[in-house]
Nanobody, 125 residues
Framework: QVQLVESGGGLAQAGGSLRLSCAAS??????MGWFRQAPGKEREFVAG????????RYADSVKGRFTLSRDGAKNTVYLQMNTLNSEDTAVYYC????????????????????WGQGTQVTVSS
C-alpha cells in the first residue's frame, strides 16, 4: 500500500476557501480521489484525478467550487475548495486507486485501496 498524509483542513467561514493537500509515499502514478464523511452520513466521493492529471471528476455538489490537481514531482495532490458552505463540513479523506484502468475515475470508495487518516474541515455560517 501507499501511505497518504492529508493536511490543510481547519475552520473556514461560509464563502471562504481552504486547500487540502495529500502527500503520498513511494510511487504515486495512481488514480487519486478525495472523499468526505459528515457525522451520521456515509462517506461520499468528492473528486478524483487520473494518473496523468489530465482528467478529473467531481461530485455535482462541489462542481465549479472545488478543483483537484496533482504535482507529480512532489507526489502530492491538492484540493482547492472555494465558496465553502456548511454542507462541506466533514472529515476529508485522500485515497489511492492502484488497480482501475487508465482513464477511469471511480466514485466508489471500495475501489480505492489506500487511505489517509483524514482531515477535518469545518465551515461556519
Amino acid at each position: 500500500q501507499v501511505q497518504l498524509v492529508e493536511s490543510g483542513g481547519g475552520l473556514a467561514q461560509a464563502g471562504g476557501s481552504l486547500r487540502l493537500s495529500c502527500a503520498a509515499s513511494g510511487r504515486t502514478f495512481y488514480i487519486m480521489g478525495w472523499f468526505r464523511q459528515a457525522p451520521g452520513k456515509e462517506r461520499e466521493f468528492v473528486a478524483g484525478i487520473s494518473r496523468t492529471g489530465y482528467k478529473t471528476r467531481y461530485a455535482d455538489s462541489v462542481k465549479g467550487r472545488f478543483t483537484l490537481s496533482r504535482d507529480g514531482a512532489k507526489n502530492t495532490v491538492y484540493l482547492q475548495m472555494n465558496t465553502l458552505n456548511s454542507e462541506d463540513t466533514a472529515v476529508y479523506y485522500c485515497a489511492a486507486d492502484r488497480t482501475s484502468p487508465v482513464g477511469r475515475i471511480s466514485v466508489h470508495s471500495s475501489e480505492y485501496d489506500s487511505w489517509g487518516q483524514g482531515t477535518q474541515v469545518t465551515v461556519s455560517s
